[in-house]
């Protein structure tokens, strides 16, 4: 356990030690392979150039492939920020208790030849549907709390001595147990049969009652497809009767299904390179979820595009492309008239993160919407993750703080706020993108855009001025 608690990740600047510190990001350990032997530099700081780039010459002196292919993973801060320690597994850098207690069932693993979960009749298999499953790790906490019977519910909330009555609050018919909430109230009920006309859900005859551990038995009798929309879905109704049960508003049935589809279907795009690791990018589930995505777009109602910014304002859309080792940003900045100010797409050097090459989008586009642009700014992007970094500002403590730090300073200089979109309403940028991931320059069109983006934004309404 010590072990794994010190696997931590150190921003690399100018007092982190090569050979002492952890500071590559390398499950289990976090350190280097190679052996230090003659080698007489101390400093990370003196792997760099003046400029504050990785020297490449020096990292292939000193250090095996193996690690050079790790450290040029990690993009240092060229205004030389002060180091801070990183909780390595969680993405954002902080530590939580979800993430310590994983690691520490995951060290037990390795001892045992035939570990056991928390049920005396259970395997590790069991909580591997969960924790080794294709949806994102705040979603696999969510479902390892409802396998353990451990959410808030009325039931327990009585067992606790927080509630009188185990009534559900919601619908008022049954007691307020795990199954009820996900399987017999009238609002999961609904989104269930909703859902089910998008994504190829198990059938309602698998959900039974077999006390506590009918969820842990239902997502062994699904497939891994199955599992992943079966916890995106349980997560999302958990949301809503959240939402019910504090007397908020809650939101329409039709954006659930919106949200929901919407969330996938961007994160699919990983499984064009199965090596990858699930937790890198935006795109974690297989492409399956591809044929859902084109069956909610025929059910769903067309009126899901890009929307112009208010009068006195201007709007900037980003996106990023990565496939394998190749990666690609675009931008386009618009006015309230849906007129193109400028639309530009480039490759990017030494990036095969997905989040990574969204920040760097981000930051290359608010960049040049401050140098064309004296208006107020409206920035999109479908990457939900960075723009939550952006918005949490100072609260950031991962591998891509230094990224965020400086899209938060540029930002400063005009009045501007950054929401988050779907990817059916950043279709322009998303196709600067993959455009840019083929270039070998930088591309700006100022008032204009290139071939690829100009029949998207005819079905926008928005006209295209001049030429390329």
Known sequence: MRRALCSVQLMVNQKVRIWRDRWVAREPTGGLISARGRCRLKWVSELMDFRGNWDLEKLQQYFLPVDIVEILK?????????????????????????????????????????????????TRAVWNHIWKSLVPPKVQSFAWRLATDSLANWTNKVKRKLEVSPLCPVCGREDEDSFHVFCSCNHAVILWKLMAKVWNLPSRTMLKHVGPDWFIHLLAETNEEGRAFVMMLFWRIWFVRNELVHHKRP???????????????????????????????????????????????????????????????????????????????????????????????????????????????LREGISLAILWSMLPLDIESDCLQAVQMIVGGSSNKSKFAFIVKEIIGIMEERSSCITHSRRCCNLASHSLANFGRTQRRPVVWLGSGPEVVRDIIERECNPVNGAE
């Not at 993430?99 to 979960?117: I, P």
């Not at 329409?252 to 969330?263: A, D, H, Q, W």
């Not at 492409?287 to 909610?296: C, F, I, V, W, Y």
């Open 74 to 122: 990690i993009r240092p801060s060229p205004r030389f920020g002060e180091d801070f320690l990183a909780w390595a597994p969680e993405r954002n850098g902080i530590f939580t208790v979800r993430s310590a207690y994983k690691l520490a069932s995951d060290e037990a693993s390795n001892h045992q030849e035939h570990s056991s979960s928390s049920s005396p009749d259970g």
């Open 251 to 361: 939101p329409p049935m039709e954006v659930s299904v919106c949200f929901l589809s919407s969330y996938l279907s961007s994160l699919s795009a990983i499984n064009s390179n199965p090596s990858d690791d699930p937790i890198k990018g935006k795109a974690i589930l297989d492409t399956g979820l591809e044929k859902s995505h084109k069956r909610l777009q025929s059910d769903v109602a067309a009126d899901a595009l890009w929307a112009k910014p208010s009068i006195g304002r201007v709007k900037l859309n980003t996106d990023a492309s990565v496939l394998g080792e190749e990666a690609g940003c675009g931008m386009i900045l618009r006015d309230h008239e849906g007129s193109i100010i400028f639309s530009s797409c480039r490759h990017i050097y030494g990036c095969n993160d997905v989040l990574e090459a969204e920040l760097l989008a």
